[in-house]
Structure formats: structure tokens, C-alpha cells
């Protein structure tokens, strides 16, 4: 049976969340090099077991060969396939084995045969954890004499086989106990007299030979000692529901004050959760809640020279007062963040802290542990930078370091202080700029002592970095969304999001706007964009996210020209937000919310599916739950100034509607209701009032006896 691996140091040697194996589970081992050629050396050389027919070709899904988990949610099913087959005519049977890393109790599914010698199945695990599953196949005797039997005519070939297969069952009874054996060790005798009985018809004995109830008892207990077991043992991390379907909320506390200069709490931010829990949001997110270092802080607009009232950036950690395990004064105590944290859990909110493993150059770190960091040779350390861009308020680590394992152990800390403190989602500032090794292990070992802990990737980065992170084990990942915005690269980006090869292990979170990232298409201002990006983020993704307040209240000036940095950004300053104003998306936001956690058909990537319109200022796509049951339909105009119309090709059948039969779809937004008729629907969208229709299909439509009049 598997054993639950030890827990261990950092280590570069070290694999983190794979159950170790024993006889029961454990594959051939392979055979080395030096063993394959003395194989061809002496060709008379014999295989330890060459007995084994079953071949295992494939097991699907697997990422990278089971070098890294594909992840599900709990309680939903996981469905494999696998390439199995063997020489001959014999029938196979094959099995997926899983078990939950650590437990001792090994589980088995069935695996049936679809086509062409692909096989099907699968098992549902039941909570968050890190799985272990692999596929064993067998030629089975029994089922093999059973299927040659049905083809069988002649009446001596019969009676012949007949006996075979009274062999069989009692083989078959050998390895039964109980009354199952005496059951199949009485119905072996009497198959094999039947078969010398004369008087026994060929059809009789047939029928008698290729009984349901015998095949069923007998199917209980084969002969599986020359089973193959696919080479590999695969991993599964198994998250909950929130890791697939989420809407998060992004605050800075220090601006949740109502008086403009005035420092805001988390008292502040209290007050505001029954705002955010009407807007239909389920994660709270705060930038660093850390003391923020004095030494080289930035200025308003980032600027190099401070003014005596400047706060610096929360991302500068770390100052005399405490670094990442420590709260900043002026936000509140310790006891004031886990009354928050309850408060917001009371309001269906989670609160998500932001992680950035880099330092304040006044970070107790940096005097306590000074090899953590890279020293320049005029003896200064060296400030994060990416020219022309410069940093001068923030250390990076060296993860270089010859202290790797000590600065690996604190970091690991940071993430067991918070989780103590309540705190179960992070998003993880840059992670592509730290060491992947250490992501590896951190989050194994955190998910293995506490499984409902999420994690964030904030990388904008190069596709295959942002692509590791998430094998590496991160739960979600930003995306390039903020950049996609002609219906040609939506259509390309979220068809690789949803089908693409890396659909069984990135799960994307994608957000039309950051603290960081003002884009120009919001530079405008104007509310028809507003809304109809936050209506492509919320329909096309089951998890996304919104700078709020920023959002919401339609900030849209750049830094400078070209810039996609926010004018005045609260990165560098206090803000103070008006939560009464009159063109607040707050409204259009709940609806979508509301319309987002009404919907199964939302809370999943994997059935997007983009539908035909000639209007390139229409993007159309449609959406289904797991059971086909709920269907949503989304049209969005691209185009924020014009109305736009167009035909949609949507074929009945393809939602489970009879062909020729009109269904009903219903306008979530504008609670209008369509009759549509045929593959081709007619659409037209006026931004000022209508960006987007998000259509509810409804496959029964009303008729007379819906009526009271109708007696």
C-alpha cells in the first residue's frame, strides 16, 4: 500500500507529493542501461517476467509524462482514458487505481473499452488533497473463453469449451472465499457434467455456460497475476470549488477611509464589505498589509524625492517596525486583521493577501541575514531593477545564496503565519522572478498540510514561464487578457485557454485592470468600454478580477501619454474613494455577479465554445454546465461608440434543443426575452444601454395551457 512520504528540508534532490510504492502498487522497475546492454550482449538472456501481454500505450490526461499533477476539484468527477490492448484476440480488463497521497486504502475504478483500443473512466476524489493514479490492465481468462463461446456452433466445439470454462470458474472459485466460492465451485461441477451430458442440447448448454449471473460472480474475482501497470504513478492535485470559479475584489485598506488625507483601517475596510458582498464578490483581495520601509521610498507618481506625508509602496517591505509577518500600525493590530478576516468570512467574502517575497533596503531581513541578498562590489546591494525601469526601494532575494535552505524554511513561514492568522488564498507578486524549485516545494509542502490553501500567480511573463508556474502547483494564474481585444485574439486566447494542452493544469484569473496596468482602451473614460470589458472577463472565464474601486468608478488617467500607469496612483499615495457617485458600475457589476453565480454554465472554462457572426464588432460564445443542463449564450459589441448587428449561427441540437424546434433565450442583463427559431439569430447591441446580451437558454417556450384562461 502507498505510504505517506516524510516530510523533508529543502532539498534539490527532494520530490515533494509523491506516495512512495511497495509490492502492492509498484511498477517493473525499469531495467538500467547497463542491464539493456547485456540484454543485447546475450540475446538468450530472458526478461525476469515476460508472461505479461497487456499493453498499457497511454494514460490521459498527464502533464509532461507525470513529471507535474493535473489538477480537478473536489467532488467533481475525474475522467482518464487510457491505450490498452494486447496480442491476439484475448479480451482485456483494466482498472484505474488511485489513492489519496498519505492514506493507506487503495480505491478501483473499472475501465470500459470505447473504440480502437481506447479504454474509459475515471473516479471522483472526494476533498482537496494530492492524489495518485495509475491504470493496470490484464488479458482475462474467464472473459476471453466466455467471448470466443458466443461465436461457437459446432456441438462438440461447444461441449469441449463448455469444459474449459468449468475450469475457468473454478479457478475463479480458488480465489473467491466465503459463499462466493462455494457458489462458483458448485456452478464449475455443474457446467463441467452438463458438458458430458448428451441428453444437455448444445443450445442448452450454451445458454447455461454464458449466464449473466455467473459471468457477473465470476468477473469479481480474476486472474490478475500477470497484470501490466502503466510505467508511471501520476499525480492529481484535487483543489476546492473556489480554485476553479471565483470573483475577486482588489483594495488598498490605507484608502478605505471616507476623509480625504486620512489614513484608512481595517476598521475602514469593515465598513465596506457590505458594499463589496452586494457587488457579488466572494474574494477581498489586499495588496501588502506590511510595514513599509522608510529608506529610499518612492514618492507620489513614483517619484525618486519624497514629500514628509508620503506612505511609499506597500510592495517596499519591511522598515524597523516589522517585515512580512508584520501588520502596519497604522492599518490596525493583529486582533483588528482577524476580526476582519471574520467579519469578511460572515459576509461570504475570503480575504486574499498579496505575497512578495522582496525587501525594504530597512528590512530587519537584510541586517539579520545579509547573504540573502546579492552585494554589488561598491558594497551596496542590489536594488530590483529592469531597465530602464529601477527599483531603488526594493531587495530581491538571491536564491542563489549559500543560506538557500535557511531562506527557503523563513519564506515557507511567511505563508504558516498568515494561514494561522485565517488567511487561505495568497496571490504571489512575480513569481517568475523567484526560483521555480522553491515554488515546487513550498507549495507542496503547504497544500500537504493544509489542501484548501490557494495561490495566485501574478506573472505577466513569457507564455512557457507563465506555463511552469502552474505546473510547478499554483492554483490560478494571471493572463494576457488585459491585451487581447480585437475579436480575432480573444477568440485565439480563450480557445488555448479552454482546449489548449494546458487546460488539465493552468486555471486562468484574468482581470481588465490592475494597480500596475491602466490599459488605453480605458484611457478613455468612457462607461460602454468599462462595461463591456468587465462582461467579456466575467462570461469568458470562470474566475476574474477588477481593481475596484479604480474599476468601478471609471479611473482612467495615465501617468504621462503612453503610459500604463494610473495618475496618481495609490500604489504611492493615500486615495480616498466615494462609494455615492451617481456613474458607478457598482449596479452592472452585482448584475453580472448574480448572473455569474446563478449560472453553472459560468463557473467552468472547459465548454467554451465561440459561435459564427459576421460582424467582427460581435463576439459570440456559448457556455454549458457539466450536464448539459444549463446553457448561456454571450454576445458582446466590441465597439464601445457604435451599435452593432449581426447573425449568430447557433444549431439547436448542438444545446440539446430538437432541430426545428424554437427555444426561448432570456437576456440576463436586460431581462428580455427572444423566440429563436432555426441555426442563424438575429442580434443588435447599443453600447450606451445594452454592451452585451448574456442569454439564458431556455429550451421550453409557453403555450396555451401556461394560461389560467386555459380550462
Given at each position: 500500500m502507498p505510504k505517506s512520504p516524510s516530510k523533508s528540508t529543502p532539498t534539490p534532490a527532494a520530490k515533494p507529493g509523491r506516495a512512495s510504492r511497495d509490492s502492492t502498487t509498484a511498477a517493473a522497475p525499469a531495467i538500467p542501461e547497463t542491464q539493456t546492454a547485456a540484454l543485447i550482449a546475450h540475446p538468450h538472456s530472458l526478461p525476469k517476467e515476460g508472461r505479461i501481454r497487456a499493453v498499457i500505450d497511454a494514460v490521459l490526461p498527464n502533464v509532461d509524462g507525470g513529471r507535474f499533477a493535473v489538477k480537478r476539484i473536489a467532488g467533481e468527477p475525474f475522467e482518464i482514458t487510457a491505450h490498452c490492448f494486447t496480442d491476439g484476440h484475448d479480451v482485456l480488463r483494466a482498472v484505474v487505481q488511485w489513492w489519496r497521497e498519505g492514506d493507506t486504502t487503495v480505491h478501483e475504478a473499472p475501465l470500459a473499452l470505447l473504440h480502437n483500443d481506447v479504454w474509459k473512466g475515471g473516479f471522483t476524489p472526494p476533498v482537496p488533497g494530492r492524489y495518485v493514479y495509475s491504470v493496470l490492465a490484464w488479458v482475462d481468462g474467464f472473459a476471453s473463453w466466455r467471448h470466443e463461446?458466443?461465436?461457437?456452433?459446432?456441438?462438440?466445439?461447444?461441449?469441449?469449451?463448455?469444459?474449459?470454462?468449468?475450469?475457468?470458474?473454478?479457478?475463479?472459485?480458488?480465489?473467491?472465499?466465503?459463499?462466493?466460492?462455494?457458489?462458483?465451485?458448485?456452478?464449475?461441477?455443474?457446467?463441467?457434467?452438463?458438458?458430458?451430458?448428451?441428453?444437455?442440447?448444445?443450445?442448452?448448454?450454451?445458454?447455461?455456460?454464458?449466464?449473466?449471473?455467473?459471468?457477473?460472480?465470476?468477473?469479481?474475482?480474476?486472474?490478475?497475476?500477470?497484470e501490466a501497470r502503466y510505467g508511471a504513478e501520476l499525480s492529481l492535485v484535487v483543489d476546492r470549488a473556489r480554485a476553479r470559479f471565483s470573483s475577486w475584489y482588489e483594495l488598498f485598506p490605507r484608502s478605505a477611509g471616507t476623509v480625504l488625507g486620512e489614513h484608512g483601517?481595517?476598521?475602514?475596510?469593515?465598513?465596506?464589505?457590505?458594499?463589496?458582498?452586494?457587488?457579488?464578490?466572494?474574494?477581498?483581495?489586499?495588496?501588502?498589509?506590511?510595514?513599509?520601509?522608510?529608506?529610499?521610498?518612492?514618492?507620489?507618481?513614483?517619484?525618486?524625492?519624497?514629500?514628509?506625508?508620503?506612505?511609499?509602496?506597500?510592495?517596499?517591505?519591511?522598515?524597523?517596525?516589522?517585515?512580512?509577518?508584520?501588520?502596519?500600525?497604522?492599518?490596525?493590530?493583529?486582533?483588528?486583521?482577524?476580526?476582519?478576516v471574520a467579519e469578511a468570512g460572515r459576509h461570504g467574502l475570503e480575504i486574499a493577501l498579496d505575497i512578495a517575497f522582496q525587501c525594504a533596503p530597512d528590512h530587519p531581513y537584510v541586517k539579520a541575514h545579509?547573504?540573502?541578498?546579492?552585494?554589488?562590489?561598491?558594497?551596496?546591494?542590489?536594488?530590483?531593477?529592469?531597465?530602464?525601469?529601477?527599483?531603488?526601494?526594493?531587495?530581491?532575494?538571491?536564491?542563489?545564496?549559500?543560506?538557500?535552505?535557511?531562506?527557503?524554511?523563513e519564506l515557507k513561514s511567511v505563508f504558516d503565519h498568515w494561514i494561522a492568522e485565517g488567511v487561505t488564498?495568497?496571490?504571489?507578486?512575480?513569481?517568475?522572478?523567484?526560483?521555480?524549485?522553491?515554488?515546487?516545494?513550498?507549495?507542496?509542502?503547504?497544500?500537504?498540510?493544509?489542501?484548501?490553501?490557494?495561490?495566485?500567480?501574478?506573472?505577466?511573463?513569457?507564455?512557457?514561464?507563465?506555463?511552469?508556474?502552474?505546473?510547478?502547483?499554483?492554483?490560478?494564474?494571471y493572463t494576457y487578457f488585459t491585451w487581447r481585444n480585437t475579436k480575432q485574439e480573444l477568440t485565439e486566447y480563450f480557445t488555448e485557454l479552454s482546449q489548449g494542452p494546458g487546460h488539465d493544469y493552468f486555471r486562468p484569473n484574468v482581470w481588465p485592470n490592475t494597480p500596475d496596468i491602466l490599459h488605453e482602451q480605458l484611457q478613455s473614460g468612457e462607461a460602454p468600454m468599462f462595461r463591456l470589458r468587465l462582461a467579456l472577463a466575467a462570461t469568458l472565464a470562470a474566475s476574474y478580477g477588477i481593481y475596484g474601486p479604480a474599476y468601478e468608478l471609471l479611473e482612467h488617467k495615465p501617468r504621462h501619454a503612453g503610459s500604463e500607469e494610473y495618475l496618481d496612483s495609490e500604489k504611492y499615495q493615500l486615495r480616498t474613494w466615494p462609494t455615492d457617485m451617481p456613474h458607478s458600475l457598482a449596479p452592472f457589476i452585482a448584475r453580472i455577479n448574480r448572473i455569474r453565480h446563478d449560472n453553472p454554465a459560468l463557473q467552468t472554462n472547459a465548454t467554451l465554445r465561440f459561435l459564427p457572426v459576421e460582424n467582427d464588432q460581435?463576439?459570440?460564445?456559448?457556455?454549458?454546465?457539466?450536464?448539459?443542463?444549463?446553457?448561456?449564450?454571450?454576445?458582446?459589441?466590441?465597439?464601445?461608440?457604435?451599435?452593432?448587428?449581426?447573425?449568430?449561427?447557433?444549431?439547436?441540437?448542438?444545446?440539446?434543443?430538437?432541430?426545428?424546434?424554437?427555444?426561448?433565450?432570456?437576456?440576463?442583463?436586460?431581462?428580455?426575452?427572444?423566440?429563436w427559431q432555426g441555426e442563424w439569430h438575429y442580434v443588435m447591441l447599443e453600447p450606451q444601454s445594452t454592451p452585451a446580451h448574456v442569454l439564458r437558454v431556455r429550451r421550453r417556450t409557453r403555450d396555451e395551457n401556461d394560461f389560467e384562461y386555459f380550462l
Open positions: 463461446l458466443t461465436r461457437r456452433v459446432d456441438d462438440a466445439d461447444i461441449r469441449i469449451a463448455a469444459k474449459v470454462g468449468a475450469l475457468e470458474v473454478a479457478a475463479a472459485a480458488g480465489r473467491a472465499t466465503g459463499d462466493d466460492a462455494a457458489t462458483l465451485t458448485r456452478l464449475a461441477v455443474e457446467l463441467d457434467r452438463a458438458a458430458a451430458d448428451e441428453t444437455v442440447t448444445s443450445t442448452a448448454l450454451k445458454a447455461l455456460a454464458l449466464d449473466e449471473q455467473l459471468e457477473a460472480l465470476a468477473s469479481l474475482y480474476p486472474d490478475r497475476r500477470l483601517t481595517f476598521r475602514d475596510v469593515e465598513a465596506r464589505l457590505p458594499a463589496i458582498q452586494k457587488m457579488g464578490f466572494d474574494v477581498l483581495y489586499f495588496p501588502p498589509i506590511h510595514p513599509i520601509g522608510r529608506v529610499d521610498r518612492k514618492g507620489k507618481n513614483n517619484a525618486l524625492v519624497t514629500e514628509p506625508d508620503d506612505v511609499g509602496s506597500p510592495w517596499a517591505i519591511g522598515a524597523e517596525e516589522g517585515g512580512h509577518k508584520s501588520i502596519l500600525p497604522a492599518l490596525g493590530t493583529p486582533e483588528d486583521f482577524r476580526h476582519l545579509p547573504d540573502w541578498f546579492r552585494w554589488r562590489p561598491d558594497g551596496t546591494v542590489q536594488y530590483a531593477e529592469n531597465p530602464p525601469k529601477k527599483y531603488q526601494d526594493i531587495y530581491p532575494f538571491n536564491f542563489e545564496c549559500d543560506d538557500w535552505q535557511g531562506l527557503w524554511t488564498i495568497f496571490r504571489v507578486d512575480n513569481p517568475h522572478t523567484k526560483a521555480f524549485p522553491f515554488w515546487e516545494w513550498v507549495i507542496t509542502e503547504i497544500k500537504r498540510e493544509h489542501p484548501e490553501v490557494l495561490f495566485l500567480a501574478e506573472a505577466f511573463t513569457r507564455p512557457k514561464v507563465m506555463h511552469r508556474l502552474a505546473k510547478l502547483g499554483f492554483s490560478q494564474s460581435l463576439l459570440a460564445y456559448v457556455k454549458s454546465s457539466d450536464d448539459g443542463s444549463n446553457v448561456v449564450v454571450t454576445v458582446v459589441n466590441l465597439d464601445p461608440h457604435n451599435a452593432q448587428s449581426g447573425w449568430i449561427g447557433l444549431a439547436p441540437e448542438s444545446i440539446g434543443v430538437p432541430a426545428g424546434q424554437s427555444f426561448q433565450v432570456h437576456d440576463l442583463l436586460s431581462d428580455q426575452r427572444f423566440l
